[in-house]
């Protein structure tokens, strides 16, 4: 049962315009989601993250929206350039606990991202 | 900020021997660490999480004996994949998440990974 997906394995997206990545959960428990960027043969980067108490969080050209009662999130890159090629995971954890800084990651299978100059 | 190092970052080795990995995380202190791995064009799977001092949890399905991992330090935990086959070869990453210093207690922050080939 897959609690994190991303349902488009690819996107393919003209420099300058706007890529919207999408995601979706199925564990209401979810309360934290991020999204990393990765290239080949590299770790995941962090790029944004946002609190279920919130809809909207953005840093630079990156925007991240949530949509509780959907259970949706997406990811805006504006204007999109060709160094932001690579695959983008969305990820999620749930709940808190002893401690607070035990948080698991639920990550979805990712989508390419491919900006033509 | 938020630097987490691999090392090594490629290993080939003979089948039956042992490889240890190290993750350390260099400008903040990581209480948690986690181990994954990675399949070509898939997603990361979680392996365990480790706590400081205390022993990893493992996710249903890996073998604690085979894959000891241990979490030292506040900035150091190893992988160490015992008698390797070729199966075991795969993409081996780390993350950490930190208490203190520029790691934040709900963001991991990952490695570059490890490619393992076993012979």
């Known amino acids: 049962d897959q609690q994190v997906k991303q349902n488009s394995p690819s996107l393919s997206v003209q420099e300058g315009r706007i890529s919207i990545l999408n995601c979706d959960y199925t564990?209401?428990?979810?309360?934290?989601f991020l999204w990393y960027k990765k290239y080949p043969a590299e770790g995941p980067t962090f790029l944004i993250s946002i609190s279920s108490i919130k809809d909207k969080n953005e840093d630079g050209r990156f925007t991240v929206f949530l949509n509780k009662s959907a259970k949706h999130l997406s990811l805006h890159i504006v204007p999109s350039q060709p160094g932001d090629s690579a695959v983008y995971f969305c990820?999620?954890?749930?709940?808190?606990?002893?401690?607070?800084?035990?948080?698991?990651?639920?990550f979805g299978k990712g989508t390419l991202l491919t900006v033509n100059p | 900020g938020a630097v987490v190092s691999q090392h090594p970052s490629w290993v080939i080795c003979k089948s039956g021997t042992s490889v240890k990995i190290e993750c350390r995380s260099l400008d903040f202190q990581a209480t948690t660490m986690f181990w994954y791995r990675q399949f070509p064009k898939q997603s990361l799977m979680l392996m365990a999480t480790?706590?400081?001092?205390?022993?990893?949890?493992?996710e249903q399905g890996v073998e604690k004996d085979k894959f000891l991992i241990n979490h030292a330090s506040l900035t150091l935990s190893t992988l160490t994949v015992t008698s390797a086959h070729p199966e075991d070869s795969s993409f081996y990453i780390c993350?950490?998440?930190?208490?203190?210093?520029?790691?934040?207690?709900?963001?991991?922050?990952f490695g570059p990974g490890t490619r393992l080939t076993v012979l």
């Open positions: 990820a999620a954890s749930g709940g808190t606990n002893s401690g607070g800084s035990n948080y698991k990651l639920t």
């Open positions: 564990n209401s428990m979810f309360d934290y």
């Open positions: 480790s706590n400081e001092g205390s022993k990893a949890t493992y």
């Open positions: 993350s950490a998440s930190g208490t203190q210093g520029v790691g934040r207690t709900d963001t991991q922050y």
